[in-house]
């Protein structure tokens, strides 16, 4: 009973993680800042602070002090990708739309798989590959817009850049399964708030927008991570990339309704493509998964 209890809890928590990442963009759409330096800079700022207040309210300062010090290079990598991550997102969105920065991110569990196969030589199956391959015509699709100057090529790449950091801090985390993956996070949004302090022009924001960044760094980053790294681990990687496409479905769809921004013909159809052989690749690895029971 407690394992059928503690697989809803992940399924809900990694869906609730997905909602809260949905409102990324449009949060974004409400600052006013042009810098992009000073909204990196106070969204991991606010991330961190709910970060640290998270572990401590779980682990206690003990259990804090003790996971930090577990650390080693492999958290340091993934605290990396995540820094490289949430910075590029903040400077994607002043180059491309949020349709087409989710759609690529949606790309992350079979980039992740491509990884694994060239790296370790782990099995990747025909239906996978074949899921693979969509996947690479859906991003092609969705960037072609860039090649006749309708979308930003920088924008697009940065997009690029935020699927493949997130596939190599997956595929860190599951070969090095003993990384604390809340600390090594933390670790990499306080290494982004640094790194942002040092390009900044000007730390000094307008109140409605500071109350914006605290929603988008402690609330949107912060617990949208917590709620993904705390219920990840209660479900099968392949159902967590299943309810991850929540995310890119509802993320464009909120700025639409909220702000307008509709999504090109090229990022609907490429984003169509990337989510069919995300979810086809889902529901065959659940099958494979119940046929080995």
Known sequence: MRGKSSYQSGLLLVFGSAIVWSFGGALARFLTIEDSWTIVFWRSVWATAFLVAFLVYRDGFGGTLTQVRRLRWPAFMVAICFCTASISFVVALKYTTVANILFVQATVPLIATLMTWLLFGERVTKPTLA???????????MVSGSFDGRLSSVGDSLAILIAVAFAS???LT???????MVPAVSLGVILASIIAFTQVQSITVPAFDMAVLI???ALNLGLGLSLFVVGARLIPASIAALIGTTEPVFGPFWV???????PSLRTLIGGVIVIAALIFNSIYQLKLSDNSK
């Open 256 to 262: 639409w309704i909220i702000h307008g921004e509709i």
């Open 131 to 141: 899921a693979i391959g969509l996947v690479i015509c859906g991003v092609s699709v």
């Open 174 to 180: 599951r070969r090095y399964s003993e990384i604390p």
């Open 169 to 171: 801090a997956t595929v």
């Open 215 to 217: 929603s988008f760094g």
